[in-house]
C-alpha cells in the first residue's frame, strides 16, 4: 500500500475537502477483497509486538483523532485484536477533571505514556487543545492560564510546544504514528442515524454529537490547520479515509506493521554466561527421575 497517498507533507496546507477523498479504497472493490490483507497484518502485528517487548527499546505510541462516528474504536478494536493485552494500552482522553485543569495541558497526556516495550493508543489526545477548545474558545478561560496571547498565537505557541514534546519523544525512543480517521459529513449522518435507530447502539449517542456538527466547518479549519503545523519528519500525520471501515482498519494496520518493521526489531541475544547456564539448566531437566 502507498503510504505516501495519506501523509501530510510537513510545512504543506493542506485542503480536506479537495486533496483527501473519504470513500477512497485504493485497488479494494469491496471488503471481501481486503479481508485476507488485513488479517495478515494482524499477525504480523502480534509477531512485532513480541519482538517490541522483548527488545524492551522503544515505545510505540498511537494517535486517534477523528470526528465522532469516524470509527476509532472500531478500529483500535479490529486492528489490535491479535496483540497481548500485557503489552498494549489504550487511554480514551474525554474533558479534563478539575486535577487535570489544575496541571499544563500535556500533564493527562504525559503520565500516559507507554513503557519502553509497550504499545500505548490514545483515543484522542492533546490534539483536542487546539481543535475543541479552538472550536469552542470558551473551554480556554477554565484553563486557568496566567496569560492568554492575542489572536491566534495561543494555537501557534501550542502547536510550538507539541512539536517539541513530540520530538523530544521520539529522541528518546518513542515512535509516534498519529491518525485522524477522515469521514464524510454525510456517512457521519448515516451512523448518528444508525446509533438512533439500533437500540443497542443508543448508548454511544447523545444530543450533543448531532449539535456540533453545526460546528463541522470550523473542525475542519482548525485540522488543516494543525496538520500544516504539527505533521513533521519525526511525527507525520496520516489522513486515513474513513467513509469505508473496512479499508480504514486495512490502512491503519499496513502501517502501524510498515513501521514496526523499519524499527528492525531483534529478540535480545544472551552472553555467553548466560548460554552456560541455559545448557546446565537443559542438562538438569533431561537427567531428572
Not at 489490535?80 to 489504550?90: A, F, L, R, T
Not at 444530543?207 to 496538520?227: C, I, L, P, S, T
Request: glycine fraction near 4%.
Amino acid at each position: 500500500m502507498n503510504h505516501d497517498a495519506f501523509i501530510v507533507k510537513p510545512g504543506s496546507k493542506i485542503s480536506l475537502a479537495k486533496q483527501y477523498d473519504p470513500a477512497y479504497k485504493g485497488i479494494y472493490q469491496q471488503k471481501t477483497d481486503a479481508e485476507g490483507k488485513l488479517q495478515a497484518d494482524i499477525q504480523r502485528l502480534v509477531h512485532y509486538q513480541d519482538i517490541l517487548y522483548a527488545q524492551n527499546t522503544y515505545a510505540l505510541l498511537i494517535i486517534f483523532q477523528a470526528m465522532d462516528a469516524a470509527g476509532k474504536d472500531s478500529t483500535i478494536k479490529h486492528v489490535m485484536s491479535g496483540v497481548n493485552p500485557q503489552g498494549c494500552q489504550v487511554f480514551s482522553f474525554k474533558a479534563p477533571s478539575a486535577e487535570e485543569l489544575d496541571h499544563d495541558y500535556l500533564w493527562r497526556s504525559a503520565k500516559a505514556l507507554p513503557e519502553r516495550g509497550r504499545i500505548g493508543i490514545f483515543n484522542r489526545s492533546y490534539y483536542e487543545e487546539v481543535l475543541v477548545v479552538r472550536v469552542h474558545p470558551g473551554i480556554l478561560k477554565k484553563q486557568q492560564l496566567p496569560h492568554l496571547p492575542e489572536g491566534n498565537q495561543i494555537w501557534q505557541q501550542r502547536f510550538e510546544e507539541i512539536n517539541n514534546f513530540e520530538k523530544y519523544l521520539v529522541n528518546n525512543g518513542v515512535v509516534i504514528l498519529k491518525f485522524f480517521l477522515n469521514v464524510s459529513k454525510s456517512e457521519q449522518k448515516k451512523r448518528f442515524l444508525a446509533r438512533i435507530e439500533t437500540p443497542e447502539k443508543n448508548w454511544k449517542f447523545s444530543a450533543n454529537d448531532a449539535r456540533e456538527r453545526a460546528f463541522w466547518d470550523d473542525y475542519m479549519n482548525a485540522y488543516e490547520d494543525v496538520f500544516s503545523n504539527t505533521s513533521t519528519e519525526w511525527a507525520p500525520w496520516y489522513i486515513i479515509p474513513a467513509d469505508r471501515k473496512w479499508f480504514t482498519r486495512l490502512a491503519v494496520a499496513d502501517i502501524i506493521c510498515t513501521k514496526l518493521q523499519e524499527l528492525n526489531l531483534k529478540y535480545p541475544t544472551v552472553s555467553e554466561e548466560h548460554r552456560q547456564q541455559l545448557l546446565a539448566a537443559k542438562q538438569m531437566l533431561e537427567t531428572e527421575n
